[in-house]
T-cell receptor, first 115, second 111 residues
């Protein structure tokens, strides 16, 4: 049973370019979360999605950032016109749906470097 | 706010010494989770505590949830080099599915 998969693992972008980060949740998981971790800092919630729905995007910057989780395919976190401050590790996590509070399974992360 | 503070921020110990990290919330918690992140790695779930005063053990790790459900602790007995990493507590906010992570405690173990 494969875990949460993220790609690419490392991504280098020049200022002004777009970054696309992909996340495939664990098999059977319908909830996806994105977190950002700045160097030497903790994890900050960005967005929570279920298939075709954004449930909570309270942690997303208002501009340049968007996320989707289509009916088919991986969840995508998109950052337009990247700036140096976007350099961070972006982690995706997934959990099963339904009632109750579940642990979240994290992917290996995408390390984004903006030059 | 809904901050979750952890202390200490850093801890260096000699192998074999004990280690404790504390997590404090300004509000009552419905439950709390603990995660470990190795250097360069991703967070890995360790445990979830739900009941007031709950104590759970995993080999050398002991997790505790305060009676008032506002604080929690993780204690490691006789640390080993494999314990190196950052330990985060995390609470659920925003209706139950959004994790707010604590500030983390970075543990270094020296031989």
């Amino acid at each position: 049973n494969a875990g949460v998969m993220q790609n690419p693992r490392h991504l280098v972008r020049r200022r002004g370019q777009e970054a696309r980060l992909r996340c495939s949740p664990m098999k059977g998981h319908s909830h996806v979360y994105w977190y950002r971790q700045l160097p030497e800092e903790g994890l900050k919630f960005m967005v929570y999605l279920q298939k075709e729905n954004i449930i909570d995007e309270s942690g997303m910057p208002k501009e340049r950032f968007s996320a989707e989780f289509p009916k088919e395919g991986p969840s995508i976190l998109r950052i337009q016109q990247v700036v140096r401050g976007d350099s961070a590790a972006y982690f995706c996590a997934s959990s099963p749906g339904g009632q109750g509070v579940y642990e979240q399974y994290f992917g290996p992360g995408t390390r984004l470097t903006v030059t | 706010g809904q901050q979750v503070m952890q202390i200490p921020q850093y801890q260096h110990v000699q192998e074999g010494e004990d280690f404790t990290t504390y997590c404090n919330s300004s509000t009552t918690l419905s439950n709390i989770q603990w995660y470990k992140q190795r250097p360069g790695g991703h967070p890995v779930f360790l445990i979830q505590l739900v009941k007031s005063g709950e104590v759970k053990k995993q080999k050398r790790l002991t997790f505790q949830f305060g009676e008032a459900k506002k604080n929690s602790s993780l204690h490691i007995t006789a640390t080993q080099t494999t314990d190196v990493g950052t330990y985060f507590c995390a609470k659920f906010t925003g209706g139950g599915n959004k994790l707010t992570f604590g500030t983390g405690t970075q543990l270094k173990v020296e031989l």
